[in-house]
């Protein structure tokens, strides 16, 4: 009786233990929403009188480097404020996000200079578009949309993505996984008064890229050249990868969000399948703690610089994945795996805190070029607060792209 009761008692004590195990791993989600709030207002405070986007913040610096709006990541610094306002529905991020968005404005009224346009635009005006309703965000995208697709090759059936490239690379058409993610919004402009032309293109260069971009692994190649009049591919390469048969770790997660995006747009279950294969050579070659290395072939890989980027925006497409997959097992593969890489970049290893205003310490941006090695940069940042979102929605079983609640009535009632 008594070693019954002895063990029944054990019994209970590792019950209890575990059950306390399992609630301190419990991840936070509004917690860290949060700590984005408190980084954004520290960046709000610092900024200077003329107006100008945060890119990066160098190791060791608490002071980000600004640049104008026709960088290319111009967009992601409304696009948090814009995040910020739907989590909060405080009516002081939507002025703020309104003001840089707006502030974009004349990309929408010049040529297009290269396939960044889509980054630019959409994560300003394309999620203010998505919060207000404001008709002004959306003919702005429209029309950027038109301008985006003049890059577009029929002949090779894809957007130039890198139009500087032709002569000082001697890539006469190029195409990098990256212009995957501008597709967004054309997809968003036909639905939303564009032309349908708009749709077909996006569709035309998925499909395309698809067929060339990939090896049979189905790590991605970044880069591809394409000749002008047959359309024929002369070439894959690198360009911020460690070498050409290289899996650089921000172009494979470009692919998966990317693929994970033409499925939502287009429902074609061709691109579903080949988004699941991305993703399964990134997850089978990920390091433990779920955040790459900046490439997955670089030599002494232990010693290199980490993506903290790769890893926000793999989350984010990863969670929206999970929604699309009727095997119920690798869906919930998927949102451990997501949950598992925003826990990991939710530690003090990867949050900025108080060594700077940013979220997230530790992307790469290009290696290559010795630039952006180790650094906070904001596209991590905008994918991040994206992936935690999206994350909240799903917990509590909402649409991932349906505003979390109504923020313009929030912020009336405010
Ligand atoms: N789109 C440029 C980059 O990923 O660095």
């Known amino acids: 009786m008594k070693i019954t009761k002895t063990i029944l008692f054990g019994v209970l004590i590792i019950a209890v233990a575990g059950f306390q195990k399992d609630t301190m791993n419990q991840f936070d989600i509004d917690a860290n929403l949060d700590y984005c709030a408190v980084q954004a207002e ?23 480097r600004m640049v104008g709006y026709d960088d290319w990541t111009s967009g992601f610094w409304p696009g948090v404020l814009w995040y910020l306002y739907e989590y909060t529905g405080d009516v002081k991020w939507k002025k703020e ?28 005006f394309g999620n203010g578009y998505r919060l207000t309703h404001n008709k002004e965000y959306k003919d702005i995208f429209v029309r950027t949309s038109d301008t985006l697709a003049r890059l577009y090759n029929p002949k090779v059936g894809t957007i130039l993505s890198w139009p500087g490239m032709r002569t000082k690379m001697n890539w006469p058409h190029n195409t990098i996984i990256d212009n995957m ?52 591919k002369i070439k894959a390469v690198t360009h911020q990868g460690y070498a050409d048969e290289s899996m650089w770790a921000r172009g494979q997660a470009w692919a998966i969000y990317g ?21 399964k050579v990134y997850l089978e070659r990920l390091p433990k703690d779920l ?30 994945l999970s929604t699309y997959t009727s095997d119920k097992k690798l869906a919930k593969t998927y949102l451990s795996k997501a949950e598992g890489m925003l826990k990991e970049l939710s530690t003090s290893r990867y949050k900025s805190n108080n060594k700077n205003s940013a979220f997230l310490l530790h992307s790469t941006g290009h290696y290559p070029n010795k630039s952006e090695i180790d650094y906070s940069i904001i596209y991590a940042d ?28 929030t912020a009336m009632k405010r």
Request: with cysteine.
């Open 181 to 232: 993610i501008n597709l967004e919004m054309l997809f968003e402009a036909s639905k939303n008064g564009g032309r349908k032309i708009l749709y077909n293109m996006a569709v035309k260069h998925a499909e395309v890229t698809m067929e060339n971009q990939f090896r049979p692994d189905h790590s991605v190649y970044h880069v591809v050249v394409y000749d002008t009049l047959t359309g024929k």
């Open 382 to 409: 905008y994918y991040y607060i994206e992936a935690l979102l999206r994350l909240k929605k799903l917990k509590s079983e909402k649409d991932l792209f349906v505003p979390l609640h109504n923020a313009e009535q």
């Open 97 to 124: 996000a309104d003001k840089y968005t707006r502030f974009l404005t004349p990309l929408s009224m010049r040529t297009a200079t290269d396939h960044d346009l889509g980054f630019q635009m959409y994560c300003s």
């Open 291 to 320: 955040i790459p290395y900046w490439d997955f072939d670089v030599p002494n890989i232990k010693r290199e610089p980490r993506d903290a980027s790769a890893a926000a925006l793999v989350a984010s497409g990863l969670i929206e």
């Open 42 to 64: 520290k960046t709000l405070a610092a900024m200077p009188d003329t107006l100008a986007i945060p890119r990066n913040i160098a190791p060791g610096s608490k002071q980000w």
């Open 259 to 279: 693929y994970t995006m033409v499925y939502r747009e287009t429902k074609d279950p061709k691109f579903l399948d080949f988004a699941h294969k991305v993703t």
